[in-house]
């Protein structure tokens, strides 16, 4: 069994009772709430908070109630994208996972509202991330505010939002045709932004408590580096998605990047992040004694994996 | 001149170039930033950004640049509402004020995405509100995360979201026609939440220095009487839209108040609610003396007029 998968079987359930119990209670109206999760509760693999937790760990922090809640914001986030992305103006997908999409199974002015509604839940995940917690374990405001801050900027009009509306473009065969218009413009927001999020978030989270003012410059100098780590990440793992889904996209006329440069190529481009991840494990367990990269190198081995 | 008509020509282009300057820099996308614009720079009178800040002027305190910056983030979320309404889905308006609606003018698609992005950029615009102030002006970010916790409730599926569900039913002729369905699961979360933390917001940033803890009490019940006073105000504004849009709302066959009870029970229902939020403006006064209903006594008195 790797590290990853026995921390999978410990904190997937977790995660999963996170969302669950919030969810029950996210709307006034309880068809509603049933709805919100209906959206979310779909046997994902909780990838983007599944990161976070893994890099607390990796700092040898331990995850309390408010770092696991706060964690899941991005999971609604997520999760919101999907039913936005399935809606017919959009990627006009009846089927998510095997079952109806939120618009197939509630009609579309219902997923455009409990998409909304998602995308405004997860700020209150976010803001409300202490109330199950003890007080000394509190996340101070001012990071929370700023995890916020974060939040809003990864998953908005600088990153997945603006993503998607590149990915319309491929599927509407407006493509540019150039792979780094396609790169930087259409998979690092769309994809990587919120897995960098999600990374850099447990790295604040890790460092809660290292407050010395000789800190600073080295505390900022691991956000940036697993930032790029989690953005790596994504990137790797968004080109490992368009090679499983190559033959696909060929009958739905999807400009991936495979189809731009070949498999080949796409498979080196895919190893390059891979690469680039790694080094960067490498630099933070050289300037970090405390860290332990066994399992974060365990999420990019898996890449073209079931993870 | 009114107290309101002088506050307004004072505020509303601050609050216009607030928006601007923001929504300029909302995406790395210019031509994605310009939609956003479009959604939101359309003339409106910004009224639930007025509020807060006339709340703020009532109990005689300065509107610092953190302040004016946080109020706007409610009308991000206000046209993000606005645009998704609009969409072929929800109620099908091609035209919003005199101009194509988003979708509209730059495809559905597109539409759903900005709407996205206006409220995601709503999050950010709290969370960065201290960005422009000095620093002896900044709002702690206990404060923020607050604010932003309580946008969250009452703009999602327990408030503005919730509404429009309610109001989809009605736009399908699935109402319920039931008065106190319409008045407590539609209008309440569809108008009067915003406008409630519209005043609520404007009571806690103008209660921001007041950190005794023998005044808790006295500002707790403060911050409430400005909630009730913003819903009050709230459901007074939409029964009064709806008895202006009586004739049309005819010919779309949608049920709203005046059609239920008739027109003058509704304009009776529309005058209880002007009464309860000048009796708590009355106990404000009471209990404050540094406060001056007056310019809130204005919101009042111009319901049913342009404001």
């Given at each position: 069994m790797t590290k990853l998968a026995a921390f999978q079987s410990e904190w997937l359930p977790k995660i999963e009772q996170q969302l669950k119990q919030d969810l029950a209670v996210a709307s006034r109206d309880s068809d509603f709430s049933e709805?919100?999760?209906?959206?979310?509760?779909?046997?994902?693999k909780r990838l983007r908070p599944m990161l976070t937790l893994a890099v607390v760990v990796s700092f040898g922090q331990k995850i309390t109630p408010s770092i696991l809640k706060v964690a899941t914001a991005v999971e609604w986030v997520h999760a919101y994208s999907l039913v936005h992305d399935d809606l017919p103006a959009m990627d006009n997908d009846l089927f998510r996972r095997g079952k109806p999409s939120v618009h197939a199974q509630y009609g579309e002015a219902e997923a455009i509202l409990v998409g909304?509604?998602?995308?405004?839940g997860a700020f209150h995940v976010v803001s409300s991330a202490n109330s199950t917690d003890t007080e000394n374990e509190n996340i101070a405001a001012e990071e929370l505010l700023l995890l916020s801050q974060m939040l809003s900027y990864q998953a908005g009009a600088f990153g997945m939002v603006i993503g998607q509306v590149g990915d319309m473009k491929n599927h509407r065969s407006e493509a540019k045709n150039d792979v780094n218009w396609l790169l930087n413009d259409v998979y690092a927001p769309k994809t990587a932004a919120l897995l960098g999020f999600s990374a850099i978030a447990g790295s604040r989270l890790s460092h809660l408590n290292s407050v010395a003012d000789n800190c600073e410059i080295a505390i900022s100098t691991t956000n940036s580096a697993l930032l790029t780590f989690g953005t790596d990440f994504g990137m790797a793992f968004q080109?490992?998605?368009?090679?499983?889904?190559?033959?696909?996209?060929?009958?739905?006329?999807?400009?991936?990047?495979?189809?731009?440069?070949?498999?080949?190529?796409?498979?080196?481009?895919?190893?390059?992040?891979?690469?680039?991840?790694?080094?960067?494990?490498?630099?933070?367990?050289?300037?970090?004694?405390?860290?332990?990269?066994?399992?974060?190198?365990?999420?990019?081995?898996?890449?073209?994996?079931?993870?």
């Open positions: 709805m919100m999760a209906y959206a979310v509760l779909n046997g994902g909304d509604a998602l995308l405004t080109i490992q998605d368009d090679l499983d889904d190559f033959d696909q996209d060929n009958v739905e006329k999807i400009t991936s990047l495979p189809h731009l440069i070949g498999i080949k190529a796409a498979s080196e481009k895919r190893d390059e992040y891979l690469t680039h991840a790694r080094q960067t494990l490498t630099d933070l367990a050289t300037q970090n004694l405390t860290f332990d990269r066994t399992l974060l190198d365990d999420f990019l081995n898996f890449i073209g994996d079931d993870i």
